[in-house]
């Protein structure tokens, strides 16, 4: 059975750093994109951040492109994002999943961020 | 990259048909077919229900049926029943490991 796990969410200080890991089980790692996808509370889903299976290729939406860095491990089937400069509106609840171009397919239960002082 | 354009709520009684649309553009939805539909329970993880325009993962009924003509998608979801009520999520891919996502819709099963 596929599994994510995300972990490495917590409260964090406007400005501040936070780094966040995703592992995962149940299929060959290496092979597939990967994606982080946020929730701030009471919205929409909002798409982050998508890397390909060899970590060549990456990408960032608007909002998060210059503070957030997305990289993975394959070795250890292990994907990160880290977000720094956190502003109050990067709260939220945050995915990782499993991508095809077609869709992503497979999702983890996701990581809580609150950034507040 | 501006969210597509979804309709906020949609309704119906268990056992009708809704449709719920998503709108893009000539850059996203109407550029490849490579769209999805997620369905996301309150307090839950979205699940996947709908991906490359039409096809549906193992263990999604078929009650749930999608299309896309041109730079708008739609899910249909018939025979409403009463767990079907939860918030739906179309995403297109928008190239180079890139996507976007709607605004969703609530759907609520009367």
């Known amino acids: 059975e596929e599994q994510l796990l995300e972990s490495g969410g917590g409260l964090a200080q406007p400005g501040g750093s936070l780094r966040l890991s995703c592992s995962a089980s149940?299929?060959?790692?290496?092979?597939?994109?990967v994606s982080w996808v946020r929730q701030a509370p009471g919205k929409g889903l909002e798409w982050v951040s998508g890397?390909?299976?060899?970590?060549?290729?990456?990408s960032y939406a608007g909002s998060v492109r210059g503070r957030f860095t997305i990289s993975r491990d394959n070795s250890k089937n292990t994907l990160f994002l880290q977000m720094s400069s956190l502003r109050a509106e990067d709260t939220a609840m945050y995915y990782c999943a499993k991508s095809l171009f077609g869709g992503l397919i497979s999702w983890g239960q996701g990581a809580l961020v609150t950034v507040s002082s | 990259q501006s969210a597509l354009t979804q309709p906020r709520s949609v309704s119906g009684s268990p056992g009708q048909s809704v449709t719920i649309s998503c709108t893009g553009t000539?850059?996203?939805?109407?550029?490849?077919?490579?769209v999805s539909w997620n369905q996301q329970h309150p307090g839950k993880a979205p699940k996947l229900l709908i991906f490359d325009v039409s096809r549906r993962p193992s263990g999604v009924p078929d009650r749930f049926s999608a299309s896309k003509s041109g730079n708008t998608a739609s899910l249909t979801i018939s025979g409403l029943q009463a767990e079907d009520e939860a918030d739906y999520y179309c995403?297109?891919?928008?190239?180079?490991?890139?996507?976007?996502f709607g605004g969703g819709t609530k759907l609520t099963v009367l």
């Open positions: 890397i390909s299976g060899d970590g060549r290729t990456t």
């Open positions: 995403c297109s891919y928008t190239g180079t490991y890139t996507w976007v």
């Open positions: 149940g299929f060959t790692f290496s092979t597939y994109g």
């Open positions: 000539s850059s996203d939805v109407g550029a490849y077919d490579y």
